[in-house]
Structures are given as C-alpha cells and as structure tokens.
C-alpha cells in the first residue's frame, strides 16, 4: 500500500505541453480516478506515476520517497491497460502465473498465489482454459489477476473496462470497486466516462488541457464544481447555465435574470460582474405557475418515473427532470423554480465559480416564491 504523490509534475512532447505543472496526493489505500475528455493527459499522467514516462520538470513520490528517476519494474506498481495483453499461447494459470516465474518465485509459492487470486477474482474454474476461448470479460479478470498477483503497492488503470459492452462494463465497475475494497491497495483509474468515475471514486481529478481543473470526494465535484467546464462533465444531463449580465456582490439575495428575480443563497463574493451564469442541475428545477422565470417547453424524454423537459428561456434552455406523470405540451408555457441548495454561480467568461458565492450553505428547499422585478 502507498500514498503517490505528484509535484509540479510537466509534462512536454517537443513544444506541445501534454501535462501542465500539476500537483496532487494520492492516499493511501484510496480509489482516485482521473477524469477528462480524450487528449486531456490522463494517460500520460498515469505513464509518469508508473515510470513508463518521464517527466519534463516535477517530482513523483511513493510514500514520500522521491521515485521519479526509478525506472518502471523497480517502483512495485502494477499497470492494467485496456488492452490485455494477455499471452494467448499460455493459459489462465500461466497468464496470471508469469510475472511471478519472471522474478523466480519458487513454484509453491507461484501456485498458491495463482490459486488465491483466482478465488479473488472468481475465475477458479477457468484456470487451465486458454485465455483465447475466453469472453472479454474474463480476459479483462485474467488482466487483474496478473497485477493483482504481484501483490504490488499501487495499481494504475487505464480505461480497463473500455472495451467491454456497457451491461457487462457495470458488473465489472461494482467487481472492481470490490475487489479494491478487499485489498486495500491505492488504485489510480484513468477514464473519460463520468458515471464510471462518479460510482467507483473516493477522490476524482478532472482534467482539461493537461491541467487538473479540480479533484475531490464525487458529490463535491458535483454538488460544488470549481468551474463550468467541471458542472459541464459531470452529471446526465449536465447542469444547466443561464446566462445573465449584471452585478452582484455581498449581502445580495437574488439575481435578476431576464427581468424576473431569483433567489440565491446570500451571496459572500465581494463584487462581481459582466456576463455572468446561474448554474442549475436539471433534478433540481420544478415547474411553479407563480414563478416569473417562465419559458417555452421544446421538448421531452421520457426516462421511466422522471422525465427530462427543455424549457427555452431568454437565459437559454433549461432541463428539468421532473416526475413522469406532469403531463407536458410542446409550447406550453411554464414557470421555473429552483431548489437553491443546487444552484451554482459562474463568471461566465472565465468560466470559474464565484468561490465564496452560493457554496456552504444549508439546504433551503425549493425558491418557489419569486417576484418580478
Ligand atoms: P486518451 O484517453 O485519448 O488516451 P488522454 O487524456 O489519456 O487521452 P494522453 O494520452 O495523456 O491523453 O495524451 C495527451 C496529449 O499528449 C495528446 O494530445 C497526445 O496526442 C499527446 N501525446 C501523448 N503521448 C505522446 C507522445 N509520445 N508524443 C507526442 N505527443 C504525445
């Protein structure tokens, strides 16, 4: 087991930077997931904790001893791609078996290792298959079972289920956040997919650009995203941003858009102003006659007991997700209101949140009462 921790670590190809100065503590025994769009160094970040990169400037760190100059076979973390690489002339027991003959573990012990794994895993009776006549599925258990083996201090994942159909990539999700429960050992997991993330994290780290643009706990990525690009990721249907110019500042209580006043938490934000966005999550709207936030309903998808409305507002389209039996009309118009426990404010320029604006606050239930202005 290991804490793995990285500082200031870059990353550079030539002139294009892949991962800018980036920090960040993995704790021991935890699941951390790396989060982002294709191209946004996930892998290259997860490469350079495992030695199989190295990085421009920065530090890596295995329990506090520096380990960036240590090379791959000598940091005692084991690497699960999502191809797996397995040797198709071996089987299951030679497979998982092989790292272990590589270091000359004497052959008992190769056997009762192999055999416990297995158990772990569940794949006991496929030990003497070929790894050929396996599903993916199993293949991907086979993949494990060979990091697993090794007993290593760390695991680093990349995209290990992305070649599986989705049915069978959630079974194997609930298997691996198990299975990590059982072990105990710090598990780095690289993947773009936000459910994938939201389910199996302790700590998640969204990354743009080759930039960590916030890492934490899943529900404070969610309920609490540092920007909108974050607010953007995270969630199905996303959250949704009205737009709105103006001012607001401390003390303020509501926000004026499209000439209808909505109330917000009390505001701490010193000042600010210009094209600024409310951030809203589509479970927390509902449709309120009395609310003067009134827009057009466009559209509805009918998800089983919710379903997702789009209303078209002056500050853009809204989602809501409210119950399946609220009958709905295309054109119909609507009020909104919002549960202010879910808001989020953004300088819609830079695209940040307003840090100390709509963050800690007690959950207040839903801002039906709101006035023209
Ligand atoms: P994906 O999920 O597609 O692998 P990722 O977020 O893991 O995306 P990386 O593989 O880390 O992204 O790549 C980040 C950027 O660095 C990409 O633009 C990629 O083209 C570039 N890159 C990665 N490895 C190299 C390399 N060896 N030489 C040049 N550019 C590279």
Redesign the pocket.
């Known amino acids: 087991m290991a804490e793995i921790r990285i500082e200031n670590v870059r990353k550079e190809?030539?002139s294009?930077v892949?991962v800018q100065s980036s920090t960040l503590t993995i704790e021991d025994g935890s699941f951390f997931v790396m989060l982002?769009?294709?191209?946004?160094?996930?892998?290259?970040?997860l490469r350079m904790i495992a030695g199989l990169e190295l990085p421009t400037s920065g530090r890596i760190l295995l329990d506090g001893e520096d380990v960036t100059m240590r090379r791959a076979a000598a940091r005692d973390i084991a690497f699960v791609f999502q191809m797996y690489a397995l040797y198709p002339h071996m089987d299951v027991r030679g497979n998982i078996g092989f790292p272990l003959r590589c270091q000359g573990v004497p052959r008992a012990e190769v056997k009762r290792r192999v055999a416990e794994t297995a158990r772990l895993l569940r794949i006991g009776p496929l030990l003497d298959r070929p790894v050929s006549t396996l599903s993916g599925g199993d293949r991907q258990r086979v993949a494990l079972g060979r990091a697993i083996v090794r007993e290593p201090k760390a695991f680093l994942m990349d995209?290990p289920l992305g070649a599986l159909d989705t049915e069978f990539r959630h079974l194997m999700c609930t298997e691996l956040r198990d299975l990590h429960d059982r072990l105990g050992a710090t598990t780095v997991y690289?993947t773009?997919d936000q459910l994938e993330a939201m389910s199996m994290a302790d700590r998640i780290a969204v990354?743009r650009h080759?930039v960590i643009e916030q890492s934490g706990p899943p529900q404070d990525l969610y309920d609490r995203p540092a920007s909108m690009y974050v607010a953007d990721f995270l969630g199905s249907p996303p959250m949704n941003f009205l737009a709105f110019r103006g001012a607001v500042g401390r003390g303020d209580r509501q926000v004026v858009i499209d000439g209808a006043e909505v109330p917000v938490p009390e505001l701490r934000e010193d000042r600010a102003e210009g094209p600024l966005a409310l951030g809203v999550r589509p479970e927390h709207v509902r449709f309120d006659d009395a609310a003067p936030l009134r827009g057009a309903v466009v559209g509805a998808e009918y998800m089983g007991t919710t379903q997702i409305v789009t209303v078209a507002t002056a500050g853009g389209a809204v989602k809501a997700r409210i119950p399946s039996n609220r009958l709905v009309r295309d054109g119909e118009r609507v009020g909104l209101a919002f549960r202010s426990a879910g808001l989020s404010l953004f300088d819609a320029g830079s695209g940040w949140a307003l840090r100390s604006a709509l963050h800690d606050f007690a959950p207040q239930g839903f801002a039906g009462g709101v006035r023209h202005g």
């Not at 982002?36 to 970040?45: A, H, I, M, Y």
Request: charged share 10%; proline share 5%; aromatic share 10%.
């Open positions: 190809f030539g294009f892949a982002g769009p294709s191209g946004c160094g996930k892998t290259t970040t995209e690289v773009h990354m080759g």
